[in-house]
Antibody
Framework: QVQLVQSGAEVKEPGASVKVSCKASGYTFTSSEIIWVRQAAGQGLEWMGWMNPNSGYTNNAQKFQGRVTMARDTSISTAYMELTSLTSDDTAVYYC?????????WGQGTLVTVSS | QSALTQPRSVSGSPGQSVTISCTGTSSDVGGYNYVSWYQQHPGKAPKLMIYDVSERPSGVPDRFSGSKSANTASLTISGLQAEDEADYYCCSYAGTYNFVFGGGTKLTVL
Protein backbone atom coordinates (compact mmCIF):
# COMPACT_ATOMS: atom_id res chain seq x y z
CA GLN A 1 0.00 0.00 0.00
CA VAL A 2 1.35 3.37 -1.06
CA GLN A 3 1.36 5.61 2.00
CA LEU A 4 3.15 8.14 4.14
CA VAL A 5 2.94 7.53 7.88
CA GLN A 6 3.91 10.34 10.21
CA SER A 7 5.01 10.28 13.82
CA GLY A 8 2.59 10.99 16.62
CA ALA A 9 1.42 14.18 18.25
CA GLU A 10 3.89 16.25 20.24
CA VAL A 11 3.59 18.80 23.03
CA LYS A 12 6.53 21.14 23.40
CA GLU A 13 7.41 24.11 25.55
CA PRO A 14 8.26 27.46 23.98
CA GLY A 15 11.86 27.57 22.85
CA ALA A 16 12.11 23.82 22.36
CA SER A 17 12.51 21.90 19.11
CA VAL A 18 10.36 19.25 17.48
CA LYS A 19 11.26 16.58 14.94
CA VAL A 20 8.52 15.03 12.83
CA SER A 21 9.12 11.87 10.82
CA CYS A 22 7.42 10.73 7.63
CA LYS A 23 7.87 7.10 6.60
CA ALA A 24 7.17 6.17 2.99
CA SER A 25 6.05 2.76 1.86
CA GLY A 26 4.72 1.18 -1.31
CA TYR A 27 6.90 3.20 -3.65
CA THR A 28 10.56 4.03 -4.21
CA PHE A 29 11.28 6.70 -1.62
CA THR A 30 14.02 8.36 -3.64
CA SER A 31 11.89 8.72 -6.77
CA SER A 32 9.74 11.65 -5.61
CA GLU A 33 10.23 14.90 -3.77
CA ILE A 34 8.85 15.39 -0.27
CA ILE A 35 7.05 18.59 0.63
CA TRP A 36 6.29 19.79 4.17
CA VAL A 37 3.15 21.81 4.81
CA ARG A 38 1.59 23.03 8.03
CA GLN A 39 -1.87 24.19 9.01
CA ALA A 40 -2.78 26.07 12.17
CA ALA A 41 -6.26 25.53 13.55
CA GLY A 42 -8.84 27.24 11.38
CA GLN A 43 -6.16 28.53 9.03
CA GLY A 44 -4.94 27.71 5.55
CA LEU A 45 -2.16 25.53 4.25
CA GLU A 46 1.36 26.92 4.50
CA TRP A 47 4.27 25.57 2.46
CA MET A 48 7.34 25.04 4.62
CA GLY A 49 9.89 23.34 2.44
CA TRP A 50 10.95 20.84 -0.18
CA MET A 51 13.39 17.96 -0.19
CA ASN A 52 14.81 15.73 -2.88
CA PRO A 53 15.21 12.39 -1.09
CA ASN A 54 17.66 11.16 -3.70
CA SER A 55 20.17 13.97 -3.40
CA GLY A 56 19.21 15.24 0.04
CA TYR A 57 18.94 18.75 -1.39
CA THR A 58 16.43 20.93 0.45
CA ASN A 59 14.87 24.34 0.14
CA ASN A 60 12.86 26.09 2.84
CA ALA A 61 10.37 28.88 2.76
CA GLN A 62 12.06 32.14 3.64
CA LYS A 63 9.82 32.47 6.70
CA PHE A 64 11.47 29.44 8.28
CA GLN A 65 15.07 30.14 7.31
CA GLY A 66 17.38 29.22 10.14
CA ARG A 67 14.67 27.38 12.08
CA VAL A 68 13.81 24.38 9.94
CA THR A 69 15.95 21.45 8.92
CA MET A 70 14.83 18.74 6.54
CA ALA A 71 16.64 15.45 6.24
CA ARG A 72 16.14 11.87 5.21
CA ASP A 73 17.32 8.35 5.92
CA THR A 74 17.03 6.43 2.67
CA SER A 75 17.79 3.12 4.40
CA ILE A 76 14.41 3.30 6.14
CA SER A 77 12.57 5.46 3.56
CA THR A 78 11.94 8.19 6.09
CA ALA A 79 11.97 11.96 5.84
CA TYR A 80 12.35 14.28 8.81
CA MET A 81 11.45 17.87 9.52
CA GLU A 82 12.89 19.58 12.56
CA LEU A 83 11.66 22.99 13.70
CA THR A 84 13.54 24.88 16.41
CA SER A 85 12.87 27.84 18.70
CA LEU A 86 9.19 26.99 18.90
CA THR A 87 6.59 29.59 19.82
CA SER A 88 2.84 29.35 20.24
CA ASP A 89 2.53 30.45 16.61
CA ASP A 90 4.02 27.10 15.60
CA THR A 91 1.09 25.18 17.04
CA ALA A 92 -0.30 23.43 13.99
CA VAL A 93 -0.80 20.17 12.15
CA TYR A 94 2.29 19.36 10.11
CA TYR A 95 1.95 17.31 6.93
CA CYS A 96 4.43 15.65 4.63
CA UNK A 97 3.38 14.99 1.05
CA UNK A 98 4.83 13.27 -2.01
CA UNK A 99 5.32 15.64 -4.91
CA UNK A 100 4.65 13.71 -8.09
CA UNK A 101 2.16 15.21 -10.50
CA UNK A 102 0.94 17.41 -7.68
CA UNK A 103 0.77 16.43 -4.02
CA UNK A 104 -1.09 13.17 -4.60
CA UNK A 105 -0.05 11.41 -1.42
CA TRP A 106 -0.25 12.96 2.04
CA GLY A 107 0.67 11.79 5.48
CA GLN A 108 -2.01 11.74 8.14
CA GLY A 109 -0.65 14.86 9.80
CA THR A 110 1.16 15.41 13.08
CA LEU A 111 -0.28 17.83 15.64
CA VAL A 112 2.41 19.88 17.32
CA THR A 113 1.24 21.89 20.32
CA VAL A 114 3.50 24.53 21.80
CA SER A 115 2.49 25.41 25.30
CA SER A 116 4.06 26.15 28.65
CA GLN B 1 6.55 34.91 -0.93
CA SER B 2 2.96 36.15 -0.56
CA ALA B 3 0.06 33.74 -0.52
CA LEU B 4 -2.01 33.42 -3.67
CA THR B 5 -5.34 35.24 -3.52
CA GLN B 6 -8.54 33.22 -3.36
CA PRO B 7 -12.08 34.32 -2.48
CA ARG B 8 -12.87 33.52 1.15
CA SER B 9 -16.08 31.76 0.23
CA VAL B 10 -18.26 30.69 -2.68
CA SER B 11 -21.59 28.93 -2.76
CA GLY B 12 -23.91 27.18 -5.14
CA SER B 13 -26.96 24.95 -5.23
CA PRO B 14 -26.83 21.27 -6.10
CA GLY B 15 -26.45 20.78 -9.83
CA GLN B 16 -25.05 24.25 -10.41
CA SER B 17 -21.47 25.19 -11.33
CA VAL B 18 -19.07 27.27 -9.31
CA THR B 19 -15.65 28.67 -10.13
CA ILE B 20 -12.92 29.44 -7.62
CA SER B 21 -10.18 31.83 -8.68
CA CYS B 22 -6.56 31.89 -7.60
CA THR B 23 -4.57 35.01 -8.40
CA GLY B 24 -0.83 35.24 -8.19
CA THR B 25 1.92 36.95 -10.12
CA SER B 26 4.15 36.32 -13.10
CA SER B 27 6.63 34.77 -10.64
CA ASP B 28 4.29 31.96 -9.69
CA VAL B 29 0.91 31.27 -11.32
CA GLY B 30 1.72 33.19 -14.48
CA GLY B 31 5.23 31.87 -14.82
CA TYR B 32 4.69 28.12 -14.64
CA ASN B 33 2.09 25.56 -15.61
CA TYR B 34 2.36 23.96 -12.18
CA VAL B 35 -0.85 24.98 -10.46
CA SER B 36 -2.63 22.38 -8.39
CA TRP B 37 -5.88 22.34 -6.43
CA TYR B 38 -6.71 20.57 -3.17
CA GLN B 39 -9.97 19.73 -1.47
CA GLN B 40 -10.00 19.49 2.30
CA HIS B 41 -12.83 18.29 4.48
CA PRO B 42 -12.76 19.15 8.21
CA GLY B 43 -10.23 17.14 10.13
CA LYS B 44 -8.87 15.46 7.01
CA ALA B 45 -5.69 15.75 5.01
CA PRO B 46 -5.95 17.65 1.73
CA LYS B 47 -6.82 15.71 -1.41
CA LEU B 48 -5.39 16.52 -4.83
CA MET B 49 -8.10 17.41 -7.36
CA ILE B 50 -6.15 19.06 -10.21
CA TYR B 51 -2.45 19.25 -11.07
CA ASP B 52 -0.44 20.98 -13.79
CA VAL B 53 -3.27 23.53 -14.22
CA SER B 54 -5.82 21.21 -15.78
CA GLU B 55 -4.84 17.58 -15.28
CA ARG B 56 -7.11 15.36 -13.22
CA PRO B 57 -5.68 12.51 -11.12
CA SER B 58 -7.22 9.10 -11.48
CA GLY B 59 -10.40 8.84 -9.46
CA VAL B 60 -11.29 12.53 -9.45
CA PRO B 61 -14.67 13.11 -11.14
CA ASP B 62 -14.63 14.99 -14.42
CA ARG B 63 -16.95 17.53 -12.80
CA PHE B 64 -13.73 19.12 -11.57
CA SER B 65 -11.73 21.09 -14.11
CA GLY B 66 -8.91 23.61 -14.03
CA SER B 67 -7.68 26.40 -16.24
CA LYS B 68 -5.34 29.37 -16.22
CA SER B 69 -5.19 32.77 -17.84
CA ALA B 70 -2.19 35.01 -17.23
CA ASN B 71 -1.69 35.23 -13.45
CA THR B 72 -5.04 33.72 -12.47
CA ALA B 73 -5.89 30.04 -12.23
CA SER B 74 -9.40 28.73 -11.80
CA LEU B 75 -11.09 25.61 -10.50
CA THR B 76 -14.56 24.90 -11.84
CA ILE B 77 -16.88 22.40 -10.24
CA SER B 78 -19.91 21.53 -12.31
CA GLY B 79 -22.97 19.57 -11.22
CA LEU B 80 -22.40 20.50 -7.58
CA GLN B 81 -23.02 17.77 -5.07
CA ALA B 82 -23.40 17.93 -1.31
CA GLU B 83 -20.09 16.13 -0.79
CA ASP B 84 -18.25 18.89 -2.66
CA GLU B 85 -18.75 21.15 0.34
CA ALA B 86 -15.22 21.65 1.65
CA ASP B 87 -12.28 24.03 1.69
CA TYR B 88 -10.32 24.37 -1.54
CA TYR B 89 -6.72 25.50 -1.87
CA CYS B 90 -4.66 26.34 -4.91
CA CYS B 91 -0.91 25.88 -4.98
CA SER B 92 1.66 27.10 -7.47
CA TYR B 93 5.31 26.49 -8.13
CA ALA B 94 7.18 29.74 -7.62
CA GLY B 95 10.60 28.89 -9.00
CA THR B 96 13.83 27.62 -7.42
CA TYR B 97 12.10 24.81 -5.52
CA ASN B 98 9.62 27.19 -3.89
CA PHE B 99 5.86 26.70 -3.69
CA VAL B 100 3.04 28.91 -2.49
CA PHE B 101 -0.52 28.15 -1.43
CA GLY B 102 -3.62 30.25 -1.71
CA GLY B 103 -5.47 31.34 1.40
CA GLY B 104 -8.26 28.86 0.81
CA THR B 105 -11.90 29.08 -0.24
CA LYS B 106 -14.83 27.64 1.66
CA LEU B 107 -17.38 26.12 -0.71
CA THR B 108 -20.91 25.91 0.63
CA VAL B 109 -23.49 23.78 -1.17
CA LEU B 110 -26.82 25.41 -0.45
Amino acid sequence: QVQLVQSGAEVKEPGASVKVSCKASGYTFTSSEIIWVRQAAGQGLEWMGWMNPNSGYTNNAQKFQGRVTMARDTSISTAYMELTSLTSDDTAVYYCARNREGLQLWGQGTLVTVSS
Amino acid sequence: QSALTQPRSVSGSPGQSVTISCTGTSSDVGGYNYVSWYQQHPGKAPKLMIYDVSERPSGVPDRFSGSKSANTASLTISGLQAEDEADYYCCSYAGTYNFVFGGGTKLTVL
